[in-house]
């Protein structure tokens, strides 16, 4: 009688523990997608402002030397020309969870410059600084210990990607995959489901449009359209493998041939400036409407997946700030609408299968991508999606865009690695 009464008292008492804990994290989630997703809503209108400024007074892009100036200058001052951006904020959820407050205001602002001036960059390198940057501030607020630091930074970085795209299951999947592909933070999961819904609520009340897409033309399912799916998923692993070395490399050369980071910015904005009044204006800012009319309208240059990597890596490698997924979209969308028709399959469907595979291949995120195709595209091509997911995480190797992402089990067999990507 003793032992069952015991027993029962240690299983109440467990049920009060998870009771407690769930509140707990439904507070903190809460006050996670008010923070951090309000700032990421902010962060959304001031860059589609900045862009819509410089689209209709375009001598704004002569201003981007100066903008870079401002933006070596800016890190210096917050102390942040060491930190290296995103990947500083995968290595902190492996350690601490510790993120400098100042890096949310710096990339912010920085970001925000880049779009004005005519940069070639996305947004969400910056969402996943800023989410982690204001989540550890607010673990550190409310006195968190090291393992809830880890979740709470996981908690912003979900909040501020869904408050930029829309994508709220996307997000969670992908901060947390990306980290160390091949294991999950499986205690993150609640907190980040309920920060990045509530963050979409917030988007919703605020009417402000996910990105989503409708398809025109969605294959069959058949022998030859699965077939036709791979033979994509080889060329779209092979632009990630591309992408990634030129992101890494170029970046490499650029601070070893110009060490000082004003005369780099300034050199940079320069380039910038010629290439854009040589080849036009569609390789500055994000670029998401060539994206929409190589998916919607199945029109996109051949060379122009090659260009918009020309002008993000020497944006990005010269110091402007922003993020590398939305260029990633860019080529893979691009890519994809240019040798989908090759293979005998839609120009607009392959810029979708483009656009999922390149992300797939450069973040080593294959459920994440998987679940960004049905966010923006449905479920209708799944199979499609699935098949090019599959191929490009197999085939891109342990390339990606972040350096310090761990690759924990083997691609290729069940065996434990432990290693960085390239």
């Not at 550190?140 to 930029?164: E, N, P, Q, W, Y």
């Not at 791979?230 to 591309?242: R, T």
């Not at 993000?312 to 979209?329: D, H, R, S, W």
Request: glycine share 12%; hydrophobic share 50%; charged share 15%.
């Amino acid at each position: 009688m003793n032992i069952d009464k015991e027993y029962a008292a240690t299983e109440i008492k467990r049920a009060l523990h998870y009771v407690a804990v769930f509140f707990k994290w439904l507070v903190l989630s809460l006050a996670t997608a008010v923070v951090c997703g309000g700032a990421g809503c902010l962060f959304h209108l001031l860059v589609e402002k900045a862009t819509e400024l410089r689209e209709v007074h375009g001598f704004i892009l002569y201003f981007l030397p100066l903008g870079g100036v401002i933006i070596a200058a800016l890190y210096h001052l917050f102390k942040l020309e060491k930190i290296d951006g995103t990947n500083y904020v995968i290595n902190s959820i492996r350690k601490d969870g510790s993120v400098p407050f100042t890096m949310a205001p710096g990339i912010l602002i920085a970001t925000v410059i880049t779009h004005l001036c005519g940069g070639s960059a996305g947004r969400e390198g910056a969402a996943l600084q800023l989410g982690g940057s204001l989540g550890s501030s607010l673990g550190k607020l409310f006195r968190l210990d090291d393992k809830d630091m880890h979740v709470i930074v996981l908690c912003g970085m979900s909040a501020v990607f869904t408050a930029l795209f829309g994508t709220p299951l996307t997000a969670v999947i992908f901060v947390m995959e990306v980290i160390s592909v091949g294991v999950f933070y499986y205690s993150a999961i609640m907190p980040c489901v309920f920060s990045s819904v509530f963050t979409y609520l917030i988007t919703v009340i605020l009417n402000m449009h996910p990105v989503s897409y409708k398809l025109v033309t969605v294959p069959l399912v058949t022998p030859l359209s699965l077939l036709q799916s791979i033979g994509l998923g080889v060329i779209f692993a092979m632009g990630s493998i591309l992408l990634c070395l030129s992101f890494s490399k170029g970046e490499y050369l650029l601070h070893k041939v110009i060490k000082n980071d004003y005369i780099r910015t300034v050199a940079g904005g320069a380039a910038i400036i010629g290439l854009s009044l040589l080849l036009g204006t569609d390789y500055n800012g994000s670029g998401m409407g060539i994206v929409d009319n190589a998916i919607l309208k199945g029109e996109a240059r051949p060379e122009a997946f090659i260009l918009k990597i020309l002008f993000t890596v020497i944006t990005l490698g010269c110091g402007y700030k922003g993020g590398e997924i939305v260029p990633t979209f860019f080529v893979g969308a691009t890519l994809g609408c240019t040798v989908a028709p090759v293979f005998g399959m839609d120009a607009g469907f392959g810029a979708a299968l483009g656009l999922v595979g390149l992300f797939c291949g450069a973040t080593n995120a294959p459920l994440a991508s998987i679940m960004l195709s049905i966010e923006l595209f449905g479920v209708e091509g799944l199979p499609f999606y699935a098949i090019i997911c599959s191929t490009c995480f197999m085939l891109s190797g342990y390339y990606s865009l972040y350096k310090s992402q761990i690759i924990v089990y083997d691609k290729l067999k069940a065996i434990f690695i432990n290693r960085k990507t390239k």
